[in-house]
Structure formats: structure tokens, C-alpha cells
């Protein structure tokens, strides 16, 4: 998703919920970093979407679980991100050798 135009705090909230709406379909919940890089505007800091993250965590609109953002409070996507991310570790190791 690219946003060409400078948006105010409405739009970002709704551009980051779409963001993981979007990640949610692959059950694949997102780092702070990782919904910034998505949504693909320069009109915004990385700050600012954590701290809309933030917002849409106290107000029980999306669930965190350690750095991981997710629209449903199912620990099985987050643990399975998790195991896959260390299994890609490890073979990133075994290709660089």
C-alpha cells in the first residue's frame, strides 16, 4: 500500500489497521518496523506509528504480544511467527556457510 499524500491521525490509524487486516488474512502478525515499512509513506515518522499502535492497543482495537501487532488475541499466529523466524535463522547460517 503506498500513500502518496501527507495524512492526518484518522487516516493513519485506518491505513495501519487495514496494514494488519492485510497481514491478518496470512495469520502473520507485524512488528511497529514492519507496519511503518508497509505502509509506504515518507509523511510519516516510525515514531508516530508506534504511537498509533499504541493507541489502538489501549483501546483493545489490536493486540500486542512483545513486539509482535495482531487484529486477533491468538497467541498460536504469534508463536508460529516466532518459531519462523528462528528456523529462518538457522538457515540463513547454513546458506551463508
Known amino acids: 500500500?503506498?500513500?502518496?499524500?501527507?495524512?492526518?491521525?484518522?487516516?493513519?490509524?485506518?491505513?495501519?489497521?487495514?496494514?494488519?487486516?492485510?497481514?491478518?488474512?496470512?495469520?502473520?502478525?507485524?512488528?511497529?518496523?514492519?507496519?511503518?515499512?508497509?505502509?509506504?509513506?515518507?509523511?510519516?515518522?516510525?515514531?508516530?506509528v508506534r504511537n498509533t499502535l499504541d493507541e489502538l492497543t489501549n483501546e483493545l482495537r489490536i493486540y500486542r504480544f512483545e513486539d509482535l501487532y495482531s487484529l486477533h488475541p491468538n497467541e498460536t499466529n504469534i508463536k508460529r511467527r516466532i518459531k519462523g523466524n528462528i528456523e529462518a535463522e538457522k538457515c540463513l547460517v547454513v546458506a551463508q556457510k
Not at 11 to 30: G, M
Open 1 to 48: 500500500m503506498i500513500l502518496e499524500h501527507s495524512i492526518n491521525d484518522t487516516d493513519l490509524r485506518v491505513h495501519v489497521l487495514k496494514t494488519l487486516a492485510y497481514y491478518d488474512i496470512f495469520n502473520y502478525p507485524l512488528k511497529s518496523k514492519e507496519v511503518f515499512h508497509f505502509l509506504g509513506t515518507n509523511s510519516i515518522t516510525e515514531e508516530h
